[in-house]
């Protein structure tokens, strides 16, 4: 055990932390020259596409130290995206040690110190790194002067590096071997190993990614999940190696997988305690936190029967990812569906995206909504995410919605157009620190549904790209809500509802119309889009019927032949319109999620 070092790589995005982990797997010698590609461990195509990370992945380096002796490093490299950060919590609770990323150009920023904070919850030890000292805008003394200030940290310890370049690689790799506590665990007791991950192999069942804490687990053993006792028969455990490594034996501090033929994704929970069945454990290990969804949408599958499929895949995805929570839901418009609680905008994006490309899904979203509260008449507190379920107006006593806490770090130059941004969006109680020259911290408190459509994208064009954000919910502040109805051809569509602000109500109506005049195909007769609070419409727009030229085999000739032809078949479409149906595609569903077009 004293030859062993669990890390993570925890920062800010894009402070270069999949870079360094390429640069530590290639001075293992892990992979050879001709079959290496960056971002290694980056293995999905979405992650590969967009230059994130999204699941943390591990890796087991074999590396021999200065001193001669030989050291296994078990690195977890982790996302950075706030959307993420239940990915990040599961990964530090598997290792004893973090490297804390930071940008020589960029310097700390609103993740690092979140991520900071949940190392020292965790109770971890911290090794300061600077990255990307090969830039031209590098500002090294400006860095250790911030690490020392806002994170507390000694500018002695810093280590600096360059991922890119392979700069002070060795001097990372050694500061981990003598900084980070070898795992303390006993290897002579009951087996106990904690779930942090597990994935759905179609040919070997679940892959489940554990670390041992006590204990050690043997190959052709039978091991037991302590939250439902079932019982499985290990076929193979092994080691991250990029490629699954299989050894015979696991011993308290490792970090491995195990398969076992399990074929029902209820036998595993991220969070559980495995133990041998011939020697259980008496106690399981504390799991993780529950986790808080914030943004809440309904998902249809676009053909009624594809829903059993869309269930099935929902339950595998669930398994990598146990931050999605969702429930079953139905809609007049749009049939059977799940309706799914994500923590951010980002998070269901991907969702939705592995969903299609990795299970073959076909999915329609509604609008995404947060958790409001109203207090009835009688008392009672309804806690409403769906706007189907919208208290009857008239026994609303108080209504509250969500807010933040916001904190945002830029350079001083943007500092105006920030601030138009926040009050645009019913920013309160505002106000700022300088944490080092030329940089602004703003901290405000706004509404969370105000954030989750398109806030960090217009922040990001404000700022040029030098704007971060991070978040932390501040509890429920009185609101003036209202139910927004989306009428079609004067028929409500259940799928379209939304719940707003009272003051917004107008603005967001208007530019949903717009958005569905643009999408609905043209008929033989007028289709009206109208915005509706109760009774009272606040916006419409028309979709102007199309025109069939009646007239085109009159020529020349008396007027009221052609008056006669029109009339006839002005009837006729009145006629049309009382029995015309408007078939709403897919794509207006999808379109009214898009942000403004400014």
Known sequence: MNKIRNFSIVAHIDHGKSTLADRLIQQAGLVEARAFRDQILDDMDIERERGITIKSNTVSLPYKAKNGESYELNLLDTPGHVDFSYEVSRALSACEGVLLLVDAAQGVEAQTLAHLYSAIEHDLCIVPVINKIDLPAADVESCLVQIEQDLGLEPDEVILCSAKTGEGIEDVLEAVVARIPPPAGDIDTSLRALIFDARYDSFRGTVVSFRVIDGQMDSGKTVRMMHNSSEHKLEEIGKFRIKRYPVQKLSAGDVGYLIAGIKTVRDVQIGDTVTMDENPATKPLPGFKEVKPVVFSSMYPIAADDYPALADALEKYHLNDAALVYQKDSSVALGQGFRCGFLGLLHLEIVQERLEREYGQSLILTMPSVRYKFTVRDGEVVVVDNPSYFPDPMLIERSEEPFIKAQILMPDRYMGAVMSLCLERRAENTNFSYPSPGRIELIAEMPLSEVIFDFYDKLKSVTQGYGSFD???????????????????????????????????????????????????????????????????????????????????????????KRKLLEKQKKGKKRMKMVGQVQIPQSAFVSILKTDRD
């Open 471 to 561: 978040y932390e919910l501040a509890g429920y502040r009185s609101s003036d809500l209202v139910k927004m109805d989306i009428l079609v051809n004067g028929e409500s569509v259940d799928a379209l509802a939304t719940m707003v602000h009272k003051d917004r109500a107008r603005q967001r109506g208007i530019q949903i119309c717009d958005r569905l005049k643009e999408e609905i195909p043209r008929q033989m007769f007028k289709i009206a889009i109208q915005a509706a609070l109760g009774s009272s419409i606040i916006a419409r727009t028309t979709i102007s019927a199309f025109r069939k030229d009646v007239t085109a085999k009159c020529y020349g000739g008396d007027i009221s032949r």
